[in-house]
């Protein structure tokens, strides 16, 4: 997978995010998170845009330490060829958040100089 760097040193990624195994997929651009051990984290816009099945709250806990309950949703999503299910958390961000959940097995390579990424 190839991404790009942006103007403000985000690694950003187009994933295509479907809401049932056989839909269409939607390109949505995320940002690498390396701080979040998660799958996704999309907006509740982004969430209601791509009507994604609710599915359970979950406990977090912040990078400040503070306990926090959040919802999650279900998605589908093609990753190296295999489509899977996945656990979108949503939050009041403005970008999608990609986690380690995803890049786990995975190299990541982002090169600033180049403004380029690469996932294998």
Not at 37 to 48: A, K, M, N, T, Y
Not at 51 to 73: C, N, P, R, W, Y
């Given at each position: 997978m190839i991404g790009t760097v942006d103007d403000q040193n985000r690694a950003l990624l187009e994933i295509g995010?479907?809401?049932?195994p056989n839909?269409?997929?939607e390109n949505v651009v995320t940002?690498?998170?390396?701080a979040f051990d998660g799958?996704?984290?999309?907006?509740?816009?982004l969430i209601q845009r791509l009507e994604l099945e609710s599915l359970v709250q979950t406990e977090a806990i912040l990078a400040d330490g503070q306990k926090v309950?959040?919802?999650?949703f279900l998605c589908y999503l093609e990753w190296f060829s295999?489509?899977?299910?996945?656990q979108v958390?949503?939050?009041?961000?403005?970008?999608?958040?990609?986690?380690?959940?995803?890049?786990s097995g995975r190299i990541l390579h982002?090169?600033?100089?180049?403004?380029?990424?690469t996932l294998l």
């Amino acid at each position: 997978m190839i991404g790009t760097v942006d103007d403000q040193n985000r690694a950003l990624l187009e994933i295509g995010v479907r809401k049932t195994p056989n839909a269409a997929p939607e390109n949505v651009v995320t940002c690498i998170d390396t701080a979040f051990d998660g799958h996704l984290v999309f907006s509740r816009e982004l969430i209601q845009r791509l009507e994604l099945e609710s599915l359970v709250q979950t406990e977090a806990i912040l990078a400040d330490g503070q306990k926090v309950v959040l919802e999650t949703f279900l998605c589908y999503l093609e990753w190296f060829s295999k489509i899977q299910p996945l656990q979108v958390i949503a939050n009041d961000g403005r970008i999608p958040l990609l986690g380690t959940g995803l890049l786990s097995g995975r190299i990541l390579h982002i090169d600033y100089g180049q403004r380029a990424l690469t996932l294998l």
